[in-house]
T-cell receptor
Framework: GQQVMQIPQYQHVQEGEDFTTYCNSS?????IQWYKQRPGGHPVFLIQ?????EVKKQKRLTFQFGEAKKNSSLHITATQTTDVGTYFC??????????FGTGTLLAVQP | NAGVTQTPKFQVLKTGQSMTLQCAQD?????MSWYRQDPGMGLRLIHY???????DQGEVPNGYNVSRSTTEDFPLRLLSAAPSQTSVYFC????????????FGQGTRLTVV
């Protein structure tokens, strides 16, 4: 079945440093979504990418969808303490299932 | 607008007990799903539904049952609780299958002793 892996599992940065998390699917995806979960909270939708090679930006966040539609990345420029949380990618494939990655926990030290 | 509502927020069960986790949404979404979240394993799909009367299995369906008699409600039943089912459970809904934003409930923290 479809599997979605994320690396790294955990990242600790100093405030102001950049951060990147990578997402890889075992199968070609129809779309990739990204979610953020604050500690003790629930996942909250950030963005969806649909097209091969697509790049989208939200302020300091940059999202990319690979050319083969099997991988994606989230890059945060100049992290802030408000960026703390777990970032998940989630892939929609040929089935009706939205499969989540394992997540990357970001810790930001002031 | 309440969004996705899950009850209860916390629950402790004894091994072998059964219970139902409730999930309701008021956004008229067709697609609903249940996930469990365990440390280091992300969110794993248990069951999902593309509309009233239609359900299907996700990645980890064993030990769980679901039904979708109405568009609004999607309860998750644990038939005979086991310690391995200790987890945080999230219900989610979206407008149109996997191609639109998923809205999550606040979660249910379940402990099976």
């Amino acid at each position: 079945g479809q599997q979605v892996m994320q690396i790294p599992q955990y990242q600790h940065v100093q405030e102001g440093e950049d951060f990147t998390t990578y997402c890889n699917s075992s199968t070609t995806l129809s779309n990739i979504q990204w979610y953020k979960q604050r500690p003790g909270g629930h996942p909250v939708f950030l963005i969806q990418l649909v097209k091969s090679g697509e790049v989208k930006k939200q302020k300091r966040l940059t999202f990319q969808f690979g050319e083969a539609k099997k991988n994606s990345s989230l890059h945060i420029t100049a992290t802030q303490t408000t960026d703390v949380g777990t970032y998940f990618c989630a892939g929609g494939g040929a089935t009706n299932k939205l499969i989540f990655g394992t997540g990357t926990l970001l810790a930001v030290q002031p | 607008n309440a969004g996705v509502t899950q009850t209860p927020k916390f629950q402790v069960l004894k091994t072998g007990q059964s219970m139902t986790l409730q999930c309701a949404q008021d956004m008229n979404h067709e697609y609903m799903s249940w996930y469990r979240q365990d440390p280091g394993m992300g969110l794993r799909l248990i069951h999902y539904s593309v509309g009233a009367g239609i359900t299907d299995q996700g990645e980890v369906p064993n030990g769980y049952n679901v039904s979708r008699s109405t568009t609004e409600d999607f309860p998750l039943r644990l038939l005979s609780a086991a310690p391995s089912q200790t987890s945080v459970y999230f219900c989610a809904s979206s407008l149109n299958r996997v191609h639109t934003e998923a809205f999550f409930g606040q979660g249910t923290r379940l402990t099976v002793v």
